[in-house]
């Protein structure tokens, strides 16, 4: 006997759906209007009730999720597509809340606007286990960021402009101070543990390591094969080691020598290193002449040293590691312990002086990214053995591979605007303004660029800032002030989500990564009063905008409850006054209060994180949870409205704590108090306040 996963089963139903959704589809258009009303579709019971304050009798409303029911769960049926396909307008939450809701869309053949709500505040990260790196552009302290709340948790004083990067695992940020001759690292506070049936990611205050490493000018860092390789021009010399060296600085650390000082490059190849050759002939001559290949014993075992003259830039794949030099691309491929090169060569007509100085990569992707020229980039292929061109529209500064898949370019140009591209053909597919313009010149600061599952950070030197990207939407999520002139950035933390990971909530909480996934941020939104005035808002613009006759009325509608919220955020503050900050945490089945927690000073933890609640827990995760609980002498623990309260009486009874009154949470009730917005939120804070207090 065997058990189906209810959300695997809802997405086969799902997809059944949408192919029967597209054979009907043309019988679905929008019938001759009996009336002049708006037809409105709001995706959640809560979205509807902001709508309805709005609108007043001006529109006809159709809600797609039902009251009490969950949208995680929930599969929409034919008459969903039909009120789409003959909506004016769809309300939603966006961030991936309802992930259903594109191909819904698209089955009906819908013209309908869509209104994302979530893009009118700043969302939180979700699940993130993240924290960025940033460096200022003279010697102001390197900032430490924490993507959840975007707040600056940490500044390290340096000597030099430093040169921050990632780790193999992500955990630790190496500063490199070329200027001052030093080495340092810092502990991000994020590490993952093996806890048995569940890998479990912790978040810890971060810390400036017992790590320091004096070199002579060290600038050409490489993380590879789980090991770092740090080159220093000043000796020619090559420092190789691991996060065990960043951790405990006692830790052995190995050292290549090459024939003389150059600015040089070395790549760890586990097992291997690849070295760059420099001129000995010519001392003048700084670049290398080509590579060869030593075991960790030191031994040379291939060299192809004049095969890249003016060697500069590489990256790794797989079996392929690609240097750009003077005339050419080299490619080194392995196959076991067998090493050979690929000399691709620039085109005949290539303009004098341009040539690849600096590649990425993807592990997930056998081809590299090249710069080519100041308004050109090549797509180097050692499959095809092949170099094609890429044309931009102007000169630009950095460029990276979506962390995500490899499969877009991600391009910051001069005139402050972001670029996502297709590696494949090499077009852009979207742009977005995200930074000041700015110059090349001496002296003068530009943007950097790091990317991180569909996200971009980029640096604003000129605005003290640094700013995050949806890659996939290509709009800006959040701008964080780091103040000074940020430049340069490394991601760290949990980099990569695996099928066994825990996910963290906002706060200390616990979390399971399921089927269902929001994604990079938290959409539950609407539990911060403040966030429902931005929604009201934005609902208030786009019908104003879709039906100017009516604006007045949507306007002192809004007006008239964005007072009734103002006076809701005030009753949430002086009842939240009532506990003490001690007792002030919610555990709760799903983490969908987050946002209230920001707000109104709580913290949060749940056992299946910020995906559906009716996904089963790891028995390994249950336990721990339940012995928080116990450490940290919480009072009460809460059941949530759209899901069964037996996971919640279970940690109750396990924990000795009480079990508080059910909390409305993704959707409002069908009847009573709880069946509008502001009687939710006023149920909640009053059992919150009744078991906490």
């Given at each position: 006997m065997y058990t189906v996963n209810p959300l695997r089963r809802r997405g086969a139903l799902l997809a059944l759906f949408l192919i029967l959704t597209l054979l009907i589809a043309p019988l679905a258009a929008a019938p001759a209007r009996a009336d002049d009303k708006l037809k409105i579709?709001?995706?959640?019971?809560?979205?509807?009730?902001?709508?309805?304050?709005?609108?007043?009798?001006?529109?006809?409303?159709?809600?797609?999720?039902?009251?009490?029911?969950?949208?995680?769960t929930f599969t929409p049926s034919p008459g969903d597509s039909a009120a789409i396909a003959e909506a004016d307008v769809i309300f939603e939450i966006g961030l991936g809340f309802e992930d259903w809701l594109d191909g819904l869309y698209a089955a009906s053949g819908s013209k309908a606007r869509r209104i994302r709500l979530a893009n009118s505040i700043q969302p939180l990260a979700s699940n993130s286990m993240l924290r960025l790196l940033v460096s200022d552009f003279e010697t102001a302290p390197s900032k430490l960021i924490d993507i959840d709340n975007g707040k600056v948790i940490a500044r390290y004083e340096v000597s030099a402009p430093t040169f921050p990067y990632t780790s193999p695992t992500g955990r630790f940020g190496?500063?490199?101070?070329?200027?001052?001759?030093?080495?340092?690292?810092?502990?991000?506070?994020?590490?993952?543990?093996?806890?048995?049936?569940?890998?479990?990611?912790?978040?810890?205050?971060?810390?400036?390591?017992?790590f320091r490493a004096e070199g002579r000018t060290p600038i050409h860092y490489v993380a590879h094969a789980g090991q770092i390789a740090i080159f220093n021009d000043g000796n020619g010399e090559v420092m190789l080691l691991t996060e065990r060296n960043l951790e405990s600085p006692e830790a052995e650390m190995l050292v290549f020598k090459t024939a003389r000082p150059h600015h040089g490059v070395a790549v760890p190849l586990g097992d291997h290193i690849v070295l760059?050759?420099?001129?000995?002939?010519?001392?003048?001559?700084?670049?290398p002449l080509g590579i060869e290949v030593r075991n960790l014993r030191d031994e040379v075992v291939a060299s192809f040293a004049d095969q890249c003259p003016g060697l500069h830039g590489e990256a790794s794949s797989g079996n392929f590691t690609a240097f750009g030099c003077a005339d050419r691309v080299l490619v080194l491929v392995r196959e076991g312990d067998t090493f050979s090169v690929q000399s691709l060569r620039y085109a005949p007509e290539t303009p004098s002086g341009t040539r690849v100085g600096t590649?990425?990569?993807?592990?997930?992707?056998?081809?590299?990214?090249?710069?080519?020229?100041?308004?050109?980039?090549?797509?180097?292929?050692?499959?095809?053995?092949?170099?094609?061109?890429?044309?931009?529209?102007?000169?630009?500064?950095?460029?990276?591979?979506?962390?995500?898949?490899?499969?877009?370019?991600?391009?910051?140009?001069?005139?402050?605007?972001?670029?996502?591209?297709?590696?494949?053909?090499?077009?852009?597919?979207?742009?977005?303004?995200?930074?000041?313009?700015?110059?090349?010149?001496?002296?003068?600061?530009?943007?950097?660029?790091?990317?991180?599952?569909?996200?971009?950070?980029?640096?604003?030197?000129?605005?003290?800032?640094?700013?995050?990207i949806d890659l996939e939407a290509m709009n800006i999520t959040r701008r964080f002030v780091v103040e000074g002139k940020p430049v340069r950035l490394a991601v760290l933390g949990v980099l990569e989500k695996d099928e066994h990971d825990h996910d963290h909530d906002h706060g200390h909480g616990h979390g399971h990564d399921h089927d269902h996934d929001h994604g990079m941020f938290d959409p539950h939104i609407w539990t911060d009063v403040i966030n429902a005035q931005a929604m009201v808002r934005a609902i208030r613009d786009a019908l104003v905008s879709i039906d100017e006759a009516n604006a007045a009325t949507y306007r002192q509608n809004a007006n008239a409850y964005l007072a009734?919220?103002?006076?809701?955020?005030?009753?949430?503050?002086?009842?939240?006054?009532?506990?003490?900050?001690?007792?002030?945490?919610?555990?709760?089945?799903?983490?969908?209060?987050?946002?209230?927690?920001?707000?109104?000073?709580?913290?949060?933890?749940?056992?299946?994180?910020?995906?559906?609640?009716?996904?089963?827990?790891?028995?390994?995760?249950?336990?721990?949870?339940?012995?928080?609980?116990?450490?940290?002498?919480?009072?009460?623990?809460?059941?949530?409205?759209?899901?069964?309260?037996?996971?919640?009486?279970?940690?109750?009874?396990?924990?000795?704590?009480?079990?508080?009154?059910?909390?409305?949470?993704?959707?409002?009730?069908?009847?009573?108090?709880?069946?509008?917005?502001?009687?939710?939120?006023?149920?909640?804070?009053?059992?919150?306040?009744?078991?906490?207090?």
């Open positions: 579709v709001a995706t959640t019971s809560i979205v509807a009730d902001l709508v309805r304050n709005v609108v007043g009798e001006n529109a006809e409303i159709v809600t797609l999720v039902p009251p009490d029911s969950d949208a995680h190496v500063k490199i101070q070329t200027n001052a001759n030093l080495i340092t690292a810092v502990d991000s506070g994020i590490l993952i543990e093996d806890h048995g049936d569940h890998m479990h990611p912790y978040k810890r205050e971060a810390r400036l390591t017992d760059s050759v420099p001129d000995t002939q010519n001392m003048d001559y700084n670049l590649v990425v990569g993807h592990e997930k992707q056998s081809f590299f990214i090249g710069n080519f020229g100041q308004t050109g980039l090549v797509r180097i292929d050692p499959v095809a053995q092949t170099l094609t061109p890429i044309s931009l529209p102007m000169r630009y500064s950095a460029f990276r591979l979506d962390a995500q898949t490899g499969e877009k370019i991600i391009v910051v140009t001069t005139d402050g605007a972001v670029h996502r591209l297709d590696a494949m053909t090499g077009k852009i597919e979207a742009s977005i303004e995200a930074v000041t313009p700015f110059v090349f010149r001496n002296r003068v600061p530009r943007p950097g660029l790091a990317t991180v599952r569909n996200l971009a950070y980029v640096t604003d030197p000129a605005a003290g800032e640094v700013v995050e009734e919220l103002s006076a809701l955020d005030r009753f949430v503050r002086e009842q939240v006054a009532q506990i003490p900050e001690a007792n002030r945490v919610l555990v709760t089945p799903h983490n969908s209060f987050a946002y209230f927690a920001e707000r109104y000073g709580f913290r949060t933890m749940s056992v299946l994180g910020v995906t559906t609640a009716e996904a089963d827990p790891a028995a390994g995760a249950l336990a721990e949870l339940i012995e928080t609980i116990k450490a940290m002498g919480v009072k009460a623990v809460f059941a949530e409205n759209t899901s069964s309260p037996r996971l919640m009486e279970l940690i109750a009874r396990e924990a000795g704590v009480t079990l508080g009154r059910t909390l409305i949470a993704d959707a409002l009730s069908a009847t009573g108090e709880t069946a509008t917005y502001i009687g939710k939120i006023r149920h909640n804070v009053n059992a919150i306040v009744e078991a906490l207090k």
